[in-house]
């Protein structure tokens, strides 16, 4: 069997050694950028493709020349690749996710169409083709949020109250440029509580589901700290997303190649769950981490486990007091350990550096804690952030 692994270069995770220990016969190639940390974290156990820059068109070039020879699987777990190697799959009939789908989960717009087929409840929307789009939306919507089709991360996205806020972002010339080239959709803003839901599918059945409610809106990044807290066992809203989960799930395509989701929900004023947005990879900032300290298992190895056919060894449920809550530092206070929190703070850093995040992404301290409900996990979030001076950021 001939396996080729993507890997985007700041990803440490050990794909190959995964892949290796599991099909110990088989080609392995790995694809990532030269004297880059994925490049580093596998070395030894597969073959190395490196490329000078990973985010350009000598990726797609090194990736086609191993396809085109044959390929029985080509595995890539972040957003940027989700799209791209799909194509690649397409173009040499090679197993997994093809293009049309993995476009639904890379376009904000082609994104609707996963959540109609599912029969999803949804926020309204519209393509903004000029401003005249956008100031008619804002009128008859109210609050409304203007992002990427493609974006990630919360960046570049835009909060209108008014009328009076879309006519100040029609004066910026680059939010007309992406309007006048169709990149730019707007929604409703939904007021409340954002919870992302972090998935792995066999057969399009869900095998595992982690339901955690964000502490801000992850579009607060600039202003606070990013991160969110496992939901209890016996949560109304936890029991709610499962459900709009594993309808989501059905309704893919047989042999759709989809094996996780991070899934984001935004509750309405009726403080029913409304589906956000959809990614097929495993979720950034800590919730990996998050998931491995509660449940016990790396659900990005799992994923390598279904994307090569095989079955996964994981906890589907856990007792409540084991469930865990993570805080990355992007716009808001410093991170530190509160006195008495060796028991329940299994993980803090912090670079003690300035922080002027571009997207969510953009951190300079973590944190994991473990709480015997919700409401204590949050606490205890609130205390790693709660002591430090805002403004040294």
Not at 23 to 49: H, I, K
Not at 274 to 280: I, L, S, T, W
Not at 306 to 315: D, H, R
Request: charged share 25%; net charge negative.
């Amino acid at each position: 069997m001939k396996i080729v692994i993507c890997q985007r270069p700041s990803s440490g995770s050990r794909y190959a050694k995964w892949v290796r220990e599991l099909m110990p016969d088989c080609q392995l190639f790995l694809v990532t950028e030269r004297g880059s940390r994925a490049a580093e974290a596998n070395e030894g156990y597969c073959a190395p493709v490196l490329v000078d820059r990973y985010y350009s068109d000598e990726f797609e070039q090194a990736l086609s020349s191993i396809a085109s020879s044959g390929c029985d699987r080509l595995i890539a777990n972040s957003e940027d690749d989700v799209e791209r190697v799909a194509a690649i799959r397409s173009k040499y009939s090679i197993p997994g996710m093809k293009f049309p789908l993995a476009r639904g989960f890379r376009d904000k717009y082609s994104m609707k169409s996963l959540f109609s087929a599912a029969s999803l409840p949804d926020s309204d929307f519209a393509l903004v083709s000029c401003g005249k789009d956008l100031r008619e939306f804002v009128d008859r919507h109210g609050p409304s949020v203007l992002k990427p089709r493609d974006g990630a991360g919360a960046f570049g996205v835009h909060i209108m109250n008014t009328v009076g806020d879309a006519d100040m972002l029609l004066q910026d010339r680059s939010i007309r440029e992406e309007i006048d080239g169709h990149k730019l959709i707007v929604e409703e803003y939904l007021p409340g509580d954002v919870y992302h839901a972090d998935v792995l599918l066999h057969n399009r059945t869900p095998v595992f589901t982690s339901v955690s409610r964000y502490i801000h809106k992850p579009c607060a990044f600039r202003e606070e700290n990013y991160g969110s807290v496992m939901l209890d066992n016996a949560s109304p809203k936890r029991l709610e997303i499962i459900d709009l989960v594993g309808r989501f799930a059905q309704a893919l395509p047989e042999n759709s190649g989809v094996h996780v989701l991070h899934f984001e929900f935004i509750d309405d004023v009726s403080g029913n769950a409304r589906c956000g947005e959809v990614a097929a990879r495993v979720g950034g900032g800590l919730i990996k981490q998050s998931i491995q300290s509660a449940y016990g298992f790396d659900i990005s190895e799992q994923f390598v486990r279904l994307e090569l056919g095989l079955p996964v060894s994981v906890v589907p449920t856990v007792d409540d007091a084991m469930k865990t809550g993570w805080l990355v530092r992007t716009g808001g206070n410093r991170l530190h350990a509160p006195s008495d929190s060796s028991e329940w703070l299994l993980d803090i850093w912090d670079s003690e550096q300035p922080n002027d995040p571009t997207d969510a992404a953009d951190f300079v301290g973590g944190a994991i804690v473990r709480g015997n409900n919700e409401r204590e996990r949050a606490h205890m979030l609130e205390l790693v952030e709660g002591k430090n001076t805002r403004g040294e950021r």
